[in-house]
């Protein structure tokens, strides 16, 4: 069973540019999660979607954004790109999405580095 | 609001023995506590879970306590060899669907010497 994609592995954009990144999770799963990881600031949550729908947002700014299509697949897209956007962009896949905690698992990221 | 609080920050053990990462957390609403290794380049892996309705739970050489009362669990790795060098996560998660989130430790660089 193939695990989650992510493509591009690595990114490099200038300040002001806008980037896609996107997610395959793993076949039969329907919820994915974005996160974002920097040394400074660790692992956090971006957003979760579940059968097209936005079900969870982090405290990031509006330029952060994303949508799931209906074969599951996830993009984010950044706006207006900082340097300290740069980090590695992971997304996690699960089963489901709701009362039922079931397990996460994620792909390898993005790497995403703004110049 | 760091709600999830790990250490220590890095940890060196000879090989063979007891590798001991402890994190502590606030929200009384999480009930789900997974821990992911991470290897550098590859994104994180779960290794274990534990829900709080039990103290204990193991796989292989690894263990998670579970601590409800004071709030902390943590993850032993028995044994521990030199492959298991990496940086490992504890993390939490709620049930209610607003708080689904997973909210990671900050981590620990585990370094296991030949």
């Known amino acids: 069973k193939a695990g989650v994609t992510q493509t591009p592995r690595y990114l490099i954009k200038t300040r002001g540019q806008q980037v896609t990144l996107s997610c395959s999770p793993i076949s039969g799963h329907r919820s994915v999660s974005w996160y974002q990881q920097t040394p400074g600031q660790g692992l956090q949550f971006l957003f979760e979607y579940f059968s097209e729908t936005q079900r969870n947002k982090g405290n990031f700014p509006g330029r952060f954004s994303g949508r799931q299509f209906s074969n599951s697949r996830s993009e984010m897209n950044v706006s207006t790109l900082e340097l300290g956007d740069s980090a590695l962009y992971l997304c996690?896949?699960?089963?489901?999405?709701?009362?039922?905690?079931?397990?996460?698992?994620f792909g390898q990221g993005t790497r995403l580095t703004v110049v | 609001q760091q709600q999830v609080k790990q250490s220590p920050q890095s940890l060196i053990v000879q090989k063979g023995g007891i590798s001991i990462i402890n994190c502590a957390y606030e929200n009384t609403a999480f009930d789900y506590f997974p821990w992911y290794q991470q290897f550098p380049g590859k994104g994180p892996a779960l290794l274990i879970a534990i829900r709080p309705d039990v103290s204990e739970k193991k796989e292989g050489r690894f263990t998670i306590s579970f601590n409800k009362s004071a709030k902390q669990f943590s993850l032993h790795i028995m044994d521990s060899q030199p492959g298991d060098s990496a940086t490992y996560f504890c993390a939490a998660r709620g049930r209610n669907t607003g708080r689904r989130a997973l909210t990671f430790g900050s981590g620990t660089r585990l370094q296991v010497q030949p």
């Open positions: 996690a896949s699960s089963l489901v999405s709701g009362p039922v905690n079931t397990e996460a698992f």
